[in-house]
């Protein structure tokens, strides 16, 4: 598969984070949390998040793991030397934030991401550098012209670590679906509508020793805690680099196999935000 990526320590969280135009109750702060449901509602269709930082933080990936975004929206990330803003290291331009299928020429957009993010699930949004950078002052301009307001839940923002092969063909993506069918006495089909959230298992079949301690770090952090993981990273397809990137806990402890000389192997579940 396409590169290997995974941040484990969100910057975003030390930093100091403005948004404008926000409804009351509903502001910045809201980024910086882990509930789904606590959302920075911004009162129109565009908006400018910028964070800045007294020291030097690495950054290589902008990622909003749930939003309202529609299949039209833009994403652009900026990051500057100083927190002034006064020397640029790097732009991304505009991207799509939340790309959804294209079937060859026919443009199917329009059926996908609607009320995904209502019914508990929507696209991931992630947008990389082409290069990280140590900067002092990020900048995200987010554009959608098919919203008057909009919800973005979470704010993931640093570096991420590589490892130097990717994972294994047969990742897979599904979703945990709590909601209970029951036939009535009648004979109708009922359910009782529950949660649902994405997941994502991949295979780390060669991992090498340059990576090793790095993996088995990241592995001993337990299963409490918040990953960002895109298992793959760069990949053409957006929609596929979309569908295998999830922000969420690993569902249970994993260990690492060493497996042949110089080469380790772990299996990583992930349960999605």
């Known amino acids: 598969m396409s590169n290997f990526r995974v941040l484990y320590d969100n910057a ?8 404008a135009n926000t409804a009351a109750g509903l502001g910045a702060a809201n980024l910086l949390t882990d509930l789904k449901g606590e959302v920075c509602r911004v009162l129109s269709g565009t908006a400018q998040i910028v964070m800045t930082w007294g020291q030097l933080e690495t950054v290589g990936v902008v990622a909003i793991p749930t939003s309202n975004l529609s299949s ?20 991304t331009g505009e991207v799509f934030a939340a790309p959804s299928n294209t079937v060859d020429m026919w443009d199917w957009t329009g059926l996908l991401n609607v009320n995904a993010f209502s019914d508990g699930m929507s ?9 990280q950078a140590a900067a002092r002052r990020v900048v995200i301009d ?7 307001f909009l919800d973005l839940s979470r704010l993931i923002v640093g570096g991420y670590f590589q490892t130097q092969y990717g994972a294994n063909y047969g990742a897979s993506v599904g979703t945990t679906d709590l909601t209970k069918n029951t036939r009535a006495a009648s004979g109708d089909l009922r359910s009782d509508w529950g949660p649902r959230s994405n997941n994502l298992t991949v295979d ?8 090793r301690a790095r993996v088995r770090q990241i592995l001993a952090r337990g299963i409490g805690k918040f990953l960002f993981v895109s298992a793959a990273a760069g990949c053409e397809d ?17 260990a690492m196999t ?9 299996q990583i579940q992930l349960e999605g935000f």
């Open 12 to 19: 975003a969280d030390r930093a100091t984070l403005s948004v």
């Open 72 to 91: 039209e929206s833009t994403i652009r990330v900026r990051a500057y030397l100083d927190e002034a803003g006064t020397t640029l290291l790097k732009d």
């Open 123 to 131: 696209n991931m949004t992630q947008c990389y550098f082409d290069a």
């Open 142 to 148: 987010i554009s959608d012209p098919l919203n008057t």
């Open 204 to 211: 780390l079949d060669l991992v090498t020793e340059f990576d």
């Open 238 to 254: 957006p929609v596929k680099e979309r569908d295998f990137s999830i922000y969420g806990k690993p569902m249970q402890s994993a």
């Open 258 to 266: 060493y497996s042949s000389y110089s080469l380790h192997n772990t």
